[in-house]
């Protein structure tokens, strides 16, 4: 079983699409994340989620938008999409000890033409 | 502020060689630190974690890290490089006081045979 699994994998679409990728997780963890991933390898986080509460927000476009149905889940739309957001957008969970590390999940390369 | 810095963008050992991935922290307060591993076209692994308990950390695949709070340093080392080890590492800390952990800007390692 997967621990953190994202789909699609890949994801081409058109400037002006609105797209969404989803992320669940199986370890019962109490904490989920967005990042993104650039083409020089950066990672940024974007969102984080805690029980349903979002407790991470960078300075990411409102066109982006987390959604999480339960704890398990976290969702990522984008709407309006443009060129620079193509990425790899990876999710990722942790449980709440300070100790604790990330889970990732394999990524969704996104491409926008 | 805190943030994680990696000496070198890339790095390329012979085989059999010693690996030695450097990463420096800033924090007021001792972190959490992590070194992730990134095999091309997969998401990030964790190879170890340092959690105030021994300062030698051994983690998978032969590599281990030494956390020195004088040099607030956290670099990672194998002894001898195997052609898998070529990937993207990736530093991290978490700080004991939140969720959020800020990756460095990774180090590219390149084995040749």
């Known amino acids: 079983d997967t621990a953190v699994s994202q789909t699609p994998k890949y994801l081409v679409t058109q400037m002006g699409n609105d797209k969404s990728i989803k992320c669940e997780q199986n370890?019962?963890?109490?904490?989920m994340y967005w990042y993104k991933q650039d083409s020089k390898k950066f990672l940024k986080i974007m969102f984080s989620?805690?029980?349903?509460?979002l407790i991470i927000n960078e300075t990411v476009p409102n066109r982006f938008s987390p959604k999480s149905p339960d704890k398990a889940h976290l969702n990522l739309h984008i709407n309006s999409l443009e060129l620079g957001d193509s990425a790899v957008y990876f999710c990722?969970?942790?449980?709440?000890?300070w100790g604790s590390g990330y889970t990732f999940g394999s990524g969704t390369r996104l491409t926008v033409v | 502020a805190q943030s994680v810095t990696q000496l070198g963008s890339h790095v390329s050992v012979s085989e059999g060689a010693l690996v030695l991935l450097r990463c420096n922290y800033s924090?007021?307060?001792?972190?959490?630190l992590f070194w992730y591993v990134q095999y091309p076209n997969q998401g990030l692994q964790l190879l170890l974690k340092?959690?105030?308990?021994?300062?030698l950390v051994k983690g998978i695949n032969g590599f281990e890290a030494e956390f020195k709070k004088s040099e607030t340093s956290f670099h990672l080392t194998k002894p001898s490089a195997h052609m898998s080890d070529a990937a993207e590492y990736f530093c991290?800390?978490?700080?004991?006081?939140?969720?959020?952990?800020?990756f460095g800007t990774g180090t590219s390692l390149t084995v040749i045979p």
């Open positions: 989620y805690n029980n349903k509460e």
């Open positions: 924090s007021s307060v001792p972190p959490y």
């Open positions: 340092y959690t105030s308990a021994a300062t």
């Open positions: 990722a969970s942790s449980q709440g000890e």
């Open positions: 370890l019962g963890h109490d904490t």
């Open positions: 991290a800390v978490r700080l004991s006081t939140g969720n959020q952990f800020y």
